[in-house]
């Protein structure tokens, strides 16, 4: 037996080495990966032997061990590749905050709807601000021998002809800058290296920027770009696509709404950066988002339209138009990841019909998978190439498995109609009553069944009936039927395969999608087939607008095709209503989009472990293979003749004319009744050595197989899951990196979880954009108590937006905020009851093992509280809870100041503030953390929540020294991102 789609396990192998190259930086993660790789591939070597999988499938030992050494170097290769990837660093000295000025060429050019323009630039050279590291701008700006640099770092100035991919912002530009694409421009900005995840399981930036091939970023103004060369050759093509691009942008704005003209161009091109936010928003939330980035949907409907304007070409001139079409609108979509899977995919598909090859979706898609990541490992971690790639996988797989299973089931229906056709007595049937009979032959126990089934089944279009004619010469009925039955069955057949399609596709994007965005949207149901209707639409009217954009561009374009572009623009605009109608309507609707948790990374893997191994062919052949391999080793009675029998017993029945005579075979000498056939084959298992007797029916080899990869999948998902998360998984305290705020996660044992503070900004939404993402990723739908420490924007707003998403069962409040309950209540959507007011002495249990004493502030009256409120003292007010977790102490000090420090030091005992963890006060703030409190706290670790280059100076070198004397170590969220403990 050979390997039927080698490719396939190769791309495994390397997206496999890739994967674990990331999860395997930690020292830990890689031990306990490894680990759950080992036992896992044990058990299964295990268990193959015991089944005699390799002699069955006629593996040798040899070949076996090739083929494990091959697919360890592709993992090794994958392994080395993505370390190179993750591991590069910039040659831009992005450390020091001074600024450089870099030479390159401009790759790409995408405005904002906020007016700022990014610019992709492949660098020639750097120099910093001073100018002591000056490269030669213009040698290295036309591409010769050039010398790039990092300010600052010797080895980087010994590199020659070294080049990286930076991303330029450019704030207030002149123009929209699609001119400059394919320029050699000279930018002198401030460079920066991109931050990684803040929060666990966060969006990571600079692992996005990497699978776009940026290291670095720079920030400059408008008067920081200078143009030193015009593009020319290659170049200048691809400026005056990006030229068309945003020309037709501004033409459809002039002919159509500036919102149906932005949701255009995001069809069309993938371009959603400047639609209104609402409508994306809408799009997303309803499940057809992915219409707004162009992919495979969008590059099949274009080949399409291109094969049958050119009649389907079958020599190589005449499919160059086609690639050459292809490649032009990868580049107008930005030749993002998704574009770039499906055009390669239609390129190897022209390949193969020039070769007369046969194409197989499933090898074209590993083909593919392998190609880009060996062209830019970092694609992996692109959530576009991952759903890209799931999608297209689903499909090649489950509705294969579908399609089967349908066949399988009208392979069924018509032996069962042809069964009982075949039981009618056909004497019965006379001349004179039936006017058929003089057409067909009498029927008996072995006649062909095939042609009263025809006639019985309203004239099956495969069916071979000959033209039949009335008395008057008119065409009968029975044609007509025929006609209108193929018709019928072949409309039938493209619906059944599409909706098949779409939830094939669904079933396997559903947990990735929830997993990347946090919710489901049961609107998809019904919007995804008028949504692809309309966009199978939107893009062949793109295709046609394009030519006569250009053409009004340059003024040749005459009145009656100009009346037919303004036609084609209000069409499209018509449908872009449509769309957004649809969405606008599925959004008030009981369909409309909920936030979902998302399942552990552990049962995800095992769900699509599941789903591709119920689906793959391999497993069907393996367990025939193994079920064969039983019956031939039967000693009591020859299997393989039962099967003969049996098979030619079913092959005689479909035969044309009676059946044959007896010739003595394996047929005679066994008994072919079914009821015999069945007791046959039940004994045709006897052989298995598993048996505790050899009369005992076996337990059969496919389902022991089965079992140990499902084993396997498990170990393997567990150790992934432990791996990626075990930082996550082992802290008892998250403390959130949520900007200029405070936010902590407190865990406890049973699946308790409970937040102190929520964070909060006037510029961030930090409930929808942080906090809901943060807890719906790990599994968190729920939280059993909130505290907020008092109601100021950095501590409160969070929770105003979380509870959309994230249910808080019960808050507690400064006993000072008694009198804003309502407007509490409003803000977050929690009950009064469920609203708990918390003072000096207070202790609460709430679960999970966790102890919660308030320190502060001390019980008052009604009108004391108040006069703090007027005064906008709040901070005086700010709760002071000291937490026990597992052993651990932590204490949080909200905003308290020095007054609030002292008055706790002259109030409680001493070795109520001596803690383990210290939340700094006031975000370090030179007016809180004194040091006679440090020195009665005497924390282990010292955690500083503020934000990166915040304006209020925070943390102050005052707080730091004082910190620095009680010997802490000091963690801070601007700095190292959400610290976990």
Same mark, same amino acid.
């Given at each position: ?59 040798? /030992? ?60 492949? /660098? ?9 590291? %000056? ?37 207030? $530009?002149? =123009? ?40 670095? /970023?720079?920030?400059?103004?408008? =008067? ?114 998704? %574009? ?41 971690? #692109? ?14 797989? %489950? ?86 039955? #193929? ?12 909706l098949a399609s779409l939830t094939a596709i669904q079933a396997g994007m559903l947990p990735m999608t929830v997993s990347a965005f946090h919710y489901v949207s049961p609107a998809v149901v019904v919007l995804n087939a008028p949504a692809i209707l309309i966009t199978g639409l939107i893009v062949p009217l793109g295709i046609l607008i394009l030519p006569l954009e250009v053409a009004a561009r340059l003024a040749l374009l005459p009145a009656p095709a100009d009346m037919l572009l303004t036609f084609l623009c209000r069409m499209s605009a018509l449908l872009i209503h449509a769309l957004t109608g649809l969405s606008s309507i599925a959004g008030s609707s009981p369909l409309s989009f909920r936030y979902a948790a998302s399942p552990p990374l552990f049962l995800t893997l095992l769900y699509y472990f599941a789903l591709f191994l119920s689906c793959s062919e391999a497993l069907s052949i393996v367990r025939k293979k193994l079920r064969r391999a039983a019956h031939e080793n039967c000693p009591d009675t020859p299997a393989a003749s039962v099967s003969r029998c049996a098979g030619r017993k079913s092959r005689d029945r479909n035969r044309t004319g009676p059946a044959p005579p007896d010739s003595g075979s394996d047929c005679d000498r066994t008994d072919s009744t079914p009821a015999n056939l069945k007791s046959h084959r039940r004994a045709a298992h006897c052989s298995d050595p598993d048996s505790p007797s050899t009369g005992s029916p076996p337990r059969a080899p496919g389902r022991r197989i089965a079992a140990a990869l499902t084993i396997t999948a498990l170990i393997l998902s567990l150790g992934i899951w432990t791996a990626s998360d075990w ?23 049973? =699946? ?20 809901? $993402? ?14 907020? /420490? ?147 706290? #005497? ?43």
């Amino acid at each position: 037996m050979t390997l039927r789609r080698p490719l396939v396990p190769a791309a495994l192998a390397l997206g496999a080495g890739i994967a674990s190259a990331r999860i395997g930086g930690d020292p830990v993660a890689a031990g306990i990966l490894a680990l759950s790789a080992g036992i896992g591939g044990l058990l299964l070597f295990y268990f193959v032997v015991r089944c005699q999988i390799l002699s069955v499938l006629e593996y040798g /030992t040899r070949r076996v061990r090739l083929f494990l050494l091959i697919h360890a170097g592709i993992f090794l290769i994958g392994l080395l590749a993505g370390r190179a990837a993750l591991g590069a660093g910039s040659l831009l000295d992005t450390e020091s905050g001074q600024a450089s000025v870099i030479n390159g060429r401009v790759l790409s050019a995408e405005s904002r709807e906020d007016g700022r323009l990014l610019l992709e630039v492949m /660098t020639c050279g750097a120099q910093s601000q001073n100018g002591k590291n %000056v490269d030669d701008v213009s040698s290295g700006a036309d591409g010769a021998a050039g010398k790039s640099t990092r300010a600052g770092s010797a080895d980087a100035a010994n590199r020659r002809g070294a080049s990286e991919k930076v991303l330029v912002t450019l704030g207030n $530009p002149e =123009g929209p800058g699609a001119e400059l694409t394919g320029c050699v421009v000279k930018v002198r900005g401030i460079p920066e290296k991109p931050s990684g995840a803040r929060i666990p399981r966060g969006f990571d930036y600079s692992l996005y920027l990497r699978s776009r091939g940026i290291l670095a /970023t720079l920030k400059a103004d408008s =008067g920081g770009i200078q143009i030193i060369k015009s593009p020319k050759g290659l170049w200048f093509i691809l400026n005056r696509l990006a030229l068309i691009r945003a020309d037709m942008r501004h033409e459809l704005t002039a002919r159509m709404d500036e919102a149906s003209a932005s949701a255009f161009c995001g069809i069309l091109f993938g371009e959603s950066g400047s639609m209104d936010r609402d409508i994306l928003q809408s799009y997303r939330q309803n499940g057809i988002g992915h219409i707004l980035a162009a992919s495979g949907l969008h590059v099949g409907f274009v080949y399409g339209l291109l094969r049958l304007l050119f009649r389907r070409p079958r020599t190589f001139v005449g499919n160059i138009p086609i690639t050459a079409a292809l490649l032009a609108y990868a580049a107008l979509a930005g030749f993002s990841a998704s %574009v770039m899977r499906a055009v390669l995919m239609m390129l190897v598909h022209i390949m193969a019909t020039l070769s007369h090859r046969r194409y197989d979706f499933l090898s074209c898609i590993a083909f593919c998978f392998i190609a880009l990541l060996l062209f830019r490992p970092a694609y992996l971690f #692109s959530n576009g190439f991952q759903l890209s790639f799931l999608a297209v996988t689903t499909l090649a797989v %489950v509705l294969k498995k579908v399609e089967n299973i349908r066949a399988g089931l009208e392979k069924k229906r018509r032996e069962k109609t042809a069964d009982g056709a075949s039981d009618i007595n056909t004497d019965s049937i006379d001349s004179e009553t039936n006017p058929l009979s003089a057409h067909t032959k009498p029927l008996n126990a072995n006649a062909d069944v095939r042609t009263f089934s025809a006639f019985t089944d309203t004239y099956n279009a495969e069916t071979d009936i000959r033209d039949t004619k009335t008395n008057d010469g008119a065409p009968g009925s029975i044609q007509t039927r025929s006609a209108v039955g #193929s018709a019928l069955m072949s409309l039938k057949g493209r619906v059944v395969t599409g909706l098949a399609s779409l939830t094939a596709i669904q079933a396997g994007m559903l947990p990735m999608t929830v997993s990347a965005f946090h919710y489901v949207s049961p609107a998809v149901v019904v919007l995804n087939a008028p949504a692809i209707l309309i966009t199978g639409l939107i893009v062949p009217l793109g295709i046609l607008i394009l030519p006569l954009e250009v053409a009004a561009r340059l003024a040749l374009l005459p009145a009656p095709a100009d009346m037919l572009l303004t036609f084609l623009c209000r069409m499209s605009a018509l449908l872009i209503h449509a769309l957004t109608g649809l969405s606008s309507i599925a959004g008030s609707s009981p369909l409309s989009f909920r936030y979902a948790a998302s399942p552990p990374l552990f049962l995800t893997l095992l769900y699509y472990f599941a789903l591709f191994l119920s689906c793959s062919e391999a497993l069907s052949i393996v367990r025939k293979k193994l079920r064969r391999a039983a019956h031939e080793n039967c000693p009591d009675t020859p299997a393989a003749s039962v099967s003969r029998c049996a098979g030619r017993k079913s092959r005689d029945r479909n035969r044309t004319g009676p059946a044959p005579p007896d010739s003595g075979s394996d047929c005679d000498r066994t008994d072919s009744t079914p009821a015999n056939l069945k007791s046959h084959r039940r004994a045709a298992h006897c052989s298995d050595p598993d048996s505790p007797s050899t009369g005992s029916p076996p337990r059969a080899p496919g389902r022991r197989i089965a079992a140990a990869l499902t084993i396997t999948a498990l170990i393997l998902s567990l150790g992934i899951w432990t791996a990626s998360d075990w930082k996550y998984l082992s802290s008892d305290a998250v403390f959130l990196d949520v900007g200029q705020g405070d936010c902590i996660h407190l865990r406890g044992s049973g =699946g308790f979880n409970m937040m102190i503070d929520s964070g909060g900004s006037d510029k961030q939404d930090v409930g929808t954009e942080t906090l809901i $993402p943060y807890f719906l990723s790990h599994g968190i739908a729920s939280l059993d108590l909130a505290v907020i /420490t008092h109601l100021h924007t950095d501590h409160y707003a969070g929770l105003t937006t979380m509870t959309d998403g994230v249910q808080v069962k019960r808050l507690a409040l400064s006993e000072g905020y008694r009198s804003q309950i309502d407007r509490v209540t409003a803000e977050t959507g929690i009950p009064p009851e469920n609203i708990l007011f918390l003072k000096r002495g207070d202790v609460l249990r709430p679960g999970g093992g966790i102890t919660l004493t308030v320190l502060s502030p001390p019980a008052r009256s009604p009108e004391e509280y108040l006069q703090f409120l007027e005064a906008d003292d709040e901070n005086a007010l700010s709760l002071v809870i000291r937490a026990d977790v597992d052993g651990k102490s932590f204490l949080f000090t909200g905003d308290i100041g020095e007054d609030a420090e002292a008055e706790m030091i002259s109030s409680l005992r001493s070795e109520l503030l001596d803690v383990d963890v210290l939340k700094v006060a006031h975000h370090g703030s030179k007016t809180s953390s004194s040091q006679a409190f440090l020195d009665i706290a #005497s924390p282990e670790i010292s955690v500083i929540q503020v934000g990166r280059r915040n304006m209020y100076g925070h943390p102050t070198p005052e707080a730091l020294k004082r910190l620095a004397r009680t010997g802490s170590r000091i963690f801070r969220t601007d700095r190292d991102g959400s610290v976990m403990l």
